[in-house]
């Protein structure tokens, strides 16, 4: 048993007035004259020993509730286990903030980060003298304990919210790393949070057994400044069609609008930034949502010129978290991509079908086909520039010459695209199996392997790769039956470095990918334009739209569309390519804010690396004029999890901590509270005043009826 003020049990030592008390009012008894003496004399005895009794029951009662108030004031406290201490002794105390760009959310105009730095001053005030202090937050870095408590106070102050905040978990292996370091035999860890759920990973629970394994007596207190019911409009990641575009096509723009809380309305735009970077709007919707409802936001721009177009979808009006209410965006539009489809001039070739597949005749006449397809025949393939097109297909080859797989190797090399369907005009196999042939194709050629009844199908085992990305959302309800494949090519030993994209029901590849230098090959072993004379080698060239979409992907994939990324989540490194044909020394970087700030080119990669991504927004990057210099962007926006406000339950945080004892706080009270608990143990006081209440009570009761029987 410790004691809190123990001087005040000197008090103890007044238990001396009830004795003196007693000693000098003590009753003498009466003179009373019966003429039966003997009888008197009994008697006086019997009441002699009765009202000794009583003085001695009262006198017990007073002197008890002056040493239990004695002990009451001096505020005793029991520790059940560990090793008792002073509660002034110094610790090792690291804080640690979450501050999470939801950390920002405003109740009673204050912000959950701000009520934390309140809370942590305070703290710092009552931390003992010479203790240690450490400050952390949840961004990227490594602690250190502060200098004194002067510096622990101002890292508290200049605590601001972090784009790219880092799970707690990550922040508190940090935090009994440092606590390691000290030499104090008492150590804490306070943790300034609003409890919500993205903020505690799954593997919490493990990793902080772990350090209360090699930690015994470490505290672990949480202080809750989250709101219980948090009321919030929340916009989620945007979805474009592409990031890099066709001028023929239109920008498709979705997203969703979630309501946390009561139901209600809302409203949201898309803008557009013109040439002087004001921004346009461009569409509106308005959406009633239920409560805890959400719904989704299709937005579609179209006549977008060739360049950098930057944007943000944004939601009117203003609510509790600000940080979830604007998305941003940049994408690319260049002009349509030229194809070019080597005809092998066979009477079973139907070269025309896979160009009206890449650009139908009713897109062209309106001006919306994103390729623009030349048909040129096999033979004039070695006298034909070639730089002019994003791509190259070869339809049903015949075999080509030795110096036309290596003109079509440099080509690919540069960073364009070939497509190889091969189909029965691929003999003899020889011819394909040759080195030059090999460098571009996925593996010699064996045979053609034949299932004329029922035949193969496509068969995706996943849904990952950029050519296979609009199938995610039709799992399971894609008619690949519909298109069966009869026959097509076995190969060999597939190539190193070559990825099978798409294999037939029966395991063999259908579709392979392979990089030459900066370009790809794409081959499939089976043809996409064989007509129905005879026995047909599959059934694509027939309505199967599934097959539409996968050509349409491919040549995507192959010109160098699904590639493009511009745009980035805050804390990614962002990469910006550019033109080799016109480069420059330096570029100029404008971040949002406006910003500017130069940077150099990676001279081997020819791209840009922009680390400093934690401001949310769009990014501009100039070099030279306008008529011939370099004017692109890309645009940053958080995580969907940094805004989540959805709380841990009860149960969800027992769980999450599973047997590593920790308490939970949520105002200063509450903190002095389990603090003085952890550090001296349970206080007696409470049980203490209850018990002198109960003493006080008894004593005046029982003194009221014994003297007035005396009286």
């Given amino acids: ?32 004259e019966f003429p039966a003496l003997r009888l008197v004399q009994l008697r006086h005895e019997t009441n002699r020993r009765r009202l000794r009794l009583r003085h001695l029951l009262l006198l017990a009662l007073r002197v008890a509730a002056i040493a239990i108030l004695a002990m009451a004031l001096a505020r005793p406290s029991l520790k059940f286990s560990g090793v008792l201490g002073s509660r002034e002794a110094p610790v090792a105390a690291v804080l640690v903030f979450d501050t999470a760009p939801r950390m920002q959310y405003r109740l009673a105009n204050r912000t959950r980060l701000e009520e934390a730095q309140e809370l942590g001053r305070w703290l710092l005030r009552q931390l003992p003298g010479e203790s240690r202090i450490g400050v952390l937050d949840t961004r990227l870095g490594p602690g250190a304990f502060q200098v004194d408590r002067g510096a622990a106070a101002d890292r508290i102050d200049r605590l601001t919210s972090v784009a790219n905040s880092q799970p707690l978990a990550d922040v508190l292996d940090e935090a009994f790393r440092l606590l390691a370091t000290s030499e104090l035999e008492r150590k804490e860890v306070y943790v300034f949070t609003d409890l919500a759920r993205a903020a505690w990973p799954a593997d919490t629970a493990a990793r902080i057994e772990q350090h209360a394994a090699e930690m015994p007596g470490a505290s672990l207190y ?59 709007k461009r569409d509106h919707r308005d959406l009633t949502l239920e409560a805890g409802g959400s719904a989704e936001i299709p937005f579609q721009i179209g006549a977008l010129k060739p360049g950098t177009h930057q944007g943000f979808v944004r939601i009117v009006g203003q609510d509790n978290l600000s940080e979830d209410d604007t998305r941003y965006f940049t994408v ?25 597949i890449l650009a139908p005749e009713t897109l062209r006449k309106s001006g919306q086909a994103r390729f623009e397809c030349d048909v040129t025949p096999q033979r004039e393939l070695a006298e034909r520039d070639l730089q002019p097109y994003s791509a190259v297909c070869l339809v049903d080859p015949t075999p080509l010459a030795p110096d036309a797989w290596e003109k079509l190797g440099q080509y690919v090399a540069s960073g364009h695209g070939l497509a190889v369907f091969l189909g029965r005009n691929a003999s003899p196999v020889d011819t394909f199996n040759q080195p030059e042939a090999q460098k571009l194709l996925p593996g010699p050629l064996l045979r053609e392997a034949r299932s004329p009844e029922v035949g193969v199908l496509l068969a995706p085992r ?61 081959t499939m072993t089976t043809p996409v334009s064989d007509r129905a004379q005879g026995q047909a080698w599959n059934l ?26 511009l745009n980035y989540m805050a804390g990614q490194t962002a990469v910006v390519p550019l033109d080799s044909a016109a480069p420059f020394r330096s570029y100029l970087l404008t971040a949002p804010g406006d910003t500017k700030f130069p940077l150099s080119a990676d001279p081997k990669q020819n791209v840009l690396l922009v680390s400093a991504t934690d401001e949310v927004g769009n990014y501009r990057v100039q070099a030279g004029g306008r008529a011939s210099g370099v ?18 339950t009860k149960d969800e945080l027992a769980g999450l901590f599973g047997d590593v004892p920790f308490r939970l706080a949520r105002n200063q009270n509450e903190i002095e509270r389990d603090v003085s608990m952890a550090r001296v143990g349970r206080e007696l006081f409470s049980p203490l005043i209850l018990l002198l209440a109960v003493l006080l009570a008894a004593e005046c009761l029982l003194a009221n009826r014994f003297y007035r029987e005396g009286a």
């Fill in 1 to 32: 048993m410790t004691f809190v003020n123990p001087l005040l049990l000197a008090g103890a030592a007044l238990v001396v007035v009830p004795i003196v008390l007693h000693l000098i009012m003590r009753r003498k008894p009466r003179h009373l």
């Fill in 222 to 280: 949480l202080v809750d400044v989250g709101v219980r019911e948090p009321e919030d409009y929340s916009l989620g990641e945007l979805r474009l069609s592409a990031q890099l575009l066709s001028s023929r096509s239109p920008l498709d723009v979705r997203t969703e609008l979630a309501r946390t809380g009561p139901a209600g309305q809302r409203a949201v735009e898309l803008y557009l930034l013109d040439e002087n970077r004001q921004p346009q």
């Fill in 332 to 356: 690319e539009v260049a002009s349509a991509w030229r194809i070019l489809v080597v005809d092998p001039e066979s009477a079973h070739s139907y070269a025309g079908f896979l160009a009206q």
């Fill in 462 to 522: 996943d849904l990952e790769h950029p050519m296979l990305r609009p199938f995610r959302e039709m799992t399971g309800s894609i008619p690949w039956s519909d298109s069966p494949i009869y026959r097509y090519w076995e190969l060999g030993s597939i190539a190193k470095g070559v990825n099978v994209v798409v294999p037939f029901d029966d395991g063999r590849p259908a579709v392979l990918e392979r990089t030459v230098g900066d370009g790809r090959v794409v």
């Fill in 540 to 565: 694509l060239p027939t309505d199967s739209w599934p097959f539409f979409i996968l050509s349409h992907q491919m040549m995507l994939y192959l010109v160098g569309s699904t590639d493009a990324r």
């Fill in 631 to 648: 004017d692109r962007g890309f645009s940053v926006n958080l995580a969907s999890r940094q805004t989540e406000l959805t709380r841990l």
